[in-house]
C-alpha cells in the first residue's frame, strides 16, 4: 500500500465548478498536510496547508482534512482554465530527527473554458 | 526574498560523464531536500539534510549518486558516472527546522543524459 494515494486523474471540470480533489494517507501519526500546485514544466508550488480536522478555506480553495479516516481533500470553487495543472498531495512526517513530504503521485487537473 | 536557487536550469551530457547539480537553500532554513522527478514514478526523495548533516540517503538509487552540504547555504547533488535512466528533473527544496513545516522548491534542473 502506497503511503499517500490520489487519483491520478485527468479529472475535468467545466469553468466555474468546483474541482474536488482527494487524498488518503497511510500513518496515523500525521499531523501536517500540505497540498502543492505544479504547471507543466514548472516546480511544484504551496497552495495550501492544513493541520487540524475540518476545513480551512484560502479564496477560492479549501483543504478539508479527516484524521480518523486518514483523508484529506481539496476542493477549488468557480474554477477557472488557469486552474489547470497537477495538484500534489503530501503528508509530513516527523519525530526525531526524521523531518519529511511523503508525496503522492499527483492529479491532473484540467478546466474545460 | 530569494527563494530556493538551482543551477543549472538545463544540462544536456553524453553517459559517462560526471553531473554536478548546485542547490541554495532558502537563507534560514535549516533543512534541505534532494528530489527526482519522472513520469514514471513521480516525486521521489533522494536525501535530506539536517543542519548540514545528511539524515535519510535511503532515496539515493544507487553509489553512482552522492551528495553533500558542506555549510548552510549550498548543497550538490553529484552523479558519477551518468547514465540516460538518470534523465529526469531534480528538484531541490529547503524548510525551516521544527517540524510541521511546508517545503519550498527550487525551479529544478532538467537533466538529460544522451
Known amino acids: 500500500q502506497k503511503e499517500v494515494e490520489q487519483n491520478s486523474g485527468p479529472l475535468s471540470v467545466p469553468e466555474g465548478a468546483i474541482a474536488s480533489l482527494n487524498c488518503t494517507y497511510s500513518?496515523?501519526?500525521?499531523?501536517?498536510f500540505f497540498w502543492y500546485r505544479q504547471y507543466s514544466g514548472k516546480s511544484p508550488e504551496l497552495i495550501m496547508s492544513?493541520?487540524?480536522?475540518g476545513d480551512k478555506e484560502d479564496g477560492r480553495f479549501t483543504a478539508q482534512l479527516n484524521k480518523a479516516s486518514q483523508y484529506v481533500s481539496l476542493l477549488i470553487r468557480d474554477s477557472q482554465p488557469s486552474d489547470s495543472a497537477t495538484y500534489l498531495c503530501?503528508?509530513?512526517?516527523?519525530?526525531?530527527?526524521?523531518?519529511?513530504?511523503?508525496f503522492g503521485t499527483g492529479t491532473l487537473l484540467a478546466v474545460q473554458p | 526574498d530569494a527563494g530556493v536557487i538551482q543551477s543549472p536550469r538545463h544540462e544536456v551530457t553524453e553517459m559517462g560523464q560526471e553531473v554536478t547539480l548546485r542547490c541554495k537553500p532558502i537563507?534560514?532554513?535549516?533543512?534541505l531536500f534532494w528530489y527526482r522527478q519522472t513520469m514514471m514514478r513521480g516525486l521521489e526523495l533522494l536525501i535530506y539534510?539536517?543542519?548540514?548533516?545528511?539524515?535519510?540517503d535511503s532515496g539515493m538509487p544507487e553509489d553512482r549518486f552522492s551528495a553533500k552540504m558542506p555549510n548552510a547555504s549550498f548543497s550538490t547533488l553529484k552523479i558519477q558516472p551518468s547514465e540516460p535512466r538518470d534523465s529526469a528533473v531534480y528538484f531541490c527544496?529547503?524548510?525551516?527546522?521544527?517540524?510541521?513545516?511546508?517545503?519550498?522548491f527550487g525551479d529544478g534542473t532538467r537533466l538529460s543524459i544522451l
Open positions: 527544496a529547503s524548510t525551516p527546522r521544527g517540524g510541521n513545516q511546508p517545503q519550498h
Open positions: 500513518d496515523r501519526g500525521s499531523q501536517s
Open positions: 492544513i493541520y487540524s480536522n
Open positions: 503530501a503528508v509530513g512526517i516527523y519525530g526525531g530527527a526524521t523531518n519529511k513530504l511523503i
Open positions: 537563507s534560514g532554513h535549516n533543512s
Open positions: 539534510f539536517n543542519n548540514n548533516v545528511p539524515i535519510d
